[in-house]
């Protein structure tokens, strides 16, 4: 391992190559500062002026050019696993409340990605850097504050810049520690697209971990690379069908939430598209839908099919195939061949169907499934929870395709534990193995 501590280099003559990692998809609402700016994957920003994470530094001093460098990182994610980010709010209330400290802690992907990297060249661990932590085995603090408001005027650079918090690094992890034995937070996973490179401290390429290419500084900020590298990403996560997944069986299926035309749901409930583009959004929502339905099969949708959108609503319905039962949403335009909601038995377990878990006024004996709450709050409304016997089918959730009602009654019979997202992986391979039968 080439672990080289800071006070060891000598690097005046020598560039100096440092890592940043661009925090990019939350995938859930974010308590603190943190909130501000994580509706925005930041692809089409200066990188900054959006938050990052101080990853560690690469001295070429009798090592390598700058090639070299580029050369080692795609070596070492390819690989690597997922490179992601949890990110827990420690503290919110300070002298200035817009200011939010959190704790960082790296996937395995991540780890694996810096131990592949030391495999390879010198990497410098500097102080407060995400690397020192990984190697402690400690997660990381982090500091960052909310941008001006427009009635501020604009906002300076240095409160748009989120990075590692610097002082006492002792005393700030023993604050820390003492903070968390009264904090509740969730863990929120955040999904990081670019690793952006800087030669002496300022910014020369940015690596593109969704397209497995380097993007010079100049070229990343363009839309046309953004669209890409978010189209790479929904194929590699499967919330974009490249396909048909319809089966030859008639089934039923369940979805909620599409908020088609809705511009704002982008940011609001982190979806990966570009905020200026809900038609691309409701492409891949459509297309998703009519690649996983056949047109004899049932999805029971539980509201807010569109909302603020200039699209007709009777024009996405037309556009969107199977035999739809529909339940209310808030949003949704009454018409009378909508239902407040609806009760199943199914296989023997009864399922009630309903658009807002919160309007249950009475204990119900079986399974809720349900929308609404998106995934504003997993602690009480995950995907999967057995505790509540809920269901949370919101868009974001199921990861923008149907489900149907079988794969979820297999994990209402099979399941003990918590889900907080649908695993698409395991429903793919249960399509494939429903296919080779």
């Known amino acids: 391992m080439n672990f080289l501590p800071d006070s060891e280099i000598m690097c005046d003559t020598y560039p100096r190559y440092r890592l940043d990692l661009q925090l990019g998809i939350p995938y859930s609402k974010l308590q603190g500062a943190l909130e501000w700016w994580m509706g925005d994957t930041g692809l089409c920003r200066d990188p900054d002026n959006h938050p990052y994470l101080v990853l560690g530094e690469i001295c070429s001093h009798e090592w390598g050019s700058i090639q070299d460098v580029m050369e080692a990182i795609t070596r070492s994610s390819e690989a690597s696993g997922p490179i992601q980010v949890s990110a827990r709010l420690v503290s919110g209330e300070h002298l ?36 020192e932590s990984i190697i402690r085995g400690e997660p990381a603090p982090f500091s960052t504050i909310e941008p001006l408001g427009p009635d501020n005027g604009t906002a300076h650079p240095h409160r748009m810049r989120g990075t590692l918090q610097s002082g006492s690094h002792t005393d700030l992890r023993s604050q820390i520690a003492q903070r968390l034995k009264k904090d509740e937070n969730e863990q929120v996973i955040v999904e990081i697209l670019r690793i952006i490179l800087r030669k002496d401290g300022c910014p020369v390429a940015e690596f593109d971990l969704s397209r497995k290419e380097w993007l010079p500084t100049s070229e990343s900020v363009l839309r046309k690379n ?134 249950m006024r009475k204990p119900f004996d079986g399974w809720v499934i349900h929308g609404h709450v998106h995934n504003k709050d997993l602690l009480h409304y995950p ?20 489900i149907s009602l079988d794969e979820i009654h297999d994990l209402v ?13 395991l429903a793919d391979d249960v399509k494939r193995t429903y296919a080779v039968l």
């Open 96 to 131: 200035f409340p817009e200011f939010s400290s959190y704790q960082i802690f790296p996937s395995p992907g991540l780890c694996s990605f810096i131990f592949q990297l030391a495999h390879i060249c010198p990497l410098i661990i500097s102080p407060n850097s995400l690397a």
């Open 226 to 359: 953004a669209k890409q590298s978010l189209y790479k990403f929904r194929i590699e996560k499967g919330y974009q069908l490249s396909r048909s997944t319809c089966r030859d069986t008639t089934q039923i299926f369940v979805m909620s939430d599409l908020h088609l035309g809705h511009a704002n749901s982008i940011p609001r409930y982190k979806r990966p598209f570009l905020s200026s583009d809900p038609a691309e959004m409701d492409r891949v929502l459509i297309r998703n839908w009519n690649w996983t339905l056949n047109a004899d099969d049932t999805i029971i949708f539980l509201g807010d099919l569109s909302y603020m959108g200039s699209t007709p609503y009777e024009s996405y319905l037309q556009r969107l195939r199977g035999k739809i039962f529909f339940i209310e949403g808030n949003h949704d335009p009454y018409h009378p061949y909508m239902s407040h909601c609806l009760l199943m038995r199914y296989k023997g377990v009864r399922y009630l169907f309903i658009h807002d878990p919160e309007e």
């Open 383 to 402: 995907f999967f929870n057995p505790h509540t016997r809920t269901v949370n089918v919101c868009a974001e959730m199921v990861g923008y395709r149907p």
């Open 413 to 425: 019979i099979g399941m003990p534990d918590i889900v907080l997202f649908r695993d698409l992986s």
